[in-house]
């Protein structure tokens, strides 16, 4: 499959557009197979699983980007957000729970004023920040709890990265409410073009933006889709729903794709290896595949220096002889050698040894002789 008609990697920030005819095409054929899947399974007399969600009823399709390199940039490691064209959060009737940053009454006084729209406010049914988070929610009924009463979990990307540890397995096992970063804090005002420094002097100061620019930044959030990277070269990021059209879902991958290749991916569409769309038990489309399988030219290496290299690992821990030192060996040995055999027919003596058995014998025979002459007494 070809890449694209305009592919041109020539620097880590060259451009590479996917195909839009072949998205189209992977979307259309892979929610046919999803609905037809799912009518099968319906017809089918199983048990019902007690552990299945019960709201799960739209399968979600997800977009998987592998790269040719680990991603282990702590940096793009850090959980994300991509605006995409069709939000994967329609339903008007979702409830939001928003974990904040300390203290949890400045910004629960920020969504409950005249300023934030009504709206959005009746949908957040609950604002909490992370020093009661962790001291109410350390217990896994209690994190189960507090996952089923909410649909979205928007979260301060200030403390982002410590709910792993508080929220567990619960709400990372999988991506399905897995909290989305907000930026909660106040826009600090440019000088001279850059922004500048916040004043940390000012403790008691509460960092937090004006009910319009957190308005903003929740609506922002929630038609985004989440982006949750790990140190290895396959990254899928959830693009749609099986009840979507193939136009939604062509749509969202471009702009997924575009967004994961131009901020997370190092050195950009050069380091890009494959692109896919897939449901959650289904095999991969592929929307786009690289005709190099490595990233530089120093990556390539040619068959004998692969040999070379091999044998060196497999003389690791061996010692080294020079060649001078290896033929001193050889001519060396046979010398020691003759020595040895010289030392070894020196010392031998045939004379000796058959004296020494004769005597033997002679012995033994008037052993013989005497215990004869005893018996017949």
Known sequence: MAPSKK????????????????????????????????????????????????????????????????????????????????????????????????????????????????????????????????????????????F???????????????????????????????????????????????????????????NAGTAAEIAKEIQNALASALVSLSPTTNT???????NWTPEQIADNVDAVVTGLVGKWVPQKWRNVRSIYIKGPNTAALPIWLTDELWVDEKDVIA???ADAKKAEKANVGKKRKSLDAGAECESSAPKKKAKKQEKATAESNDDKLDKQIAERKAKLKKQKAAAKKAMDD
């Open 236 to 242: 899928a990021v959830r693009i749609g729903y099986s």
């Open 303 to 305: 068959d004998e220096e």
């Open 7 to 146: 592919l041109a990697l020539s620097g880590s920030n060259a451009l590479a557009p996917i195909d839009p005819d072949q998205t189209l095409k992977a979307s259309k054929a892979l929610l046919t197979h999803i609905t037809k899947a799912a009518k099968e399974t319906s017809e089918e007399p199983t048990k019902r699983n007690l552990l299945e969600d019960d709201d799960d009823e739209e399968t979600p399709v997800w977009l998987t980007l592998t790269t040719k390199r680990h991603i282990a940039d702590k940096a793009r490691l850090q959980p994300g957000k991509i605006s995409v064209p069709h939000s994967l959060n329609t339903d008007e009737n979702s409830t939001i729970c928003v974990i904040t940053a300390d203290p949890q009454r400045a910004y629960k006084n920020i969504i409950g004023s005249d300023e934030f729209p009504a709206e959005l406010s009746k949908r957040i049914t609950r604002v909490i920040d992370f020093s009661k988070l962790k001291a109410k929610y350390g217990q896994y009924e209690a994190q189960r709890k507090l």
């Open 148 to 206: 089923s009463e909410h649909d979205i979990f928007l979260a301060d990307d200030r403390i982002i990265n410590r709910l792993p540890k508080v929220l567990g397995k619960t709400f990372y096992k999988t991506t399905a409410k897995r909290p989305i970063p907000v930026v909660f804090s106040a826009k600090r005002p440019k000088v001279d073009g850059k922004r500048a420094k916040r004043d940390k002097s000012k403790t008691d100061d509460v």
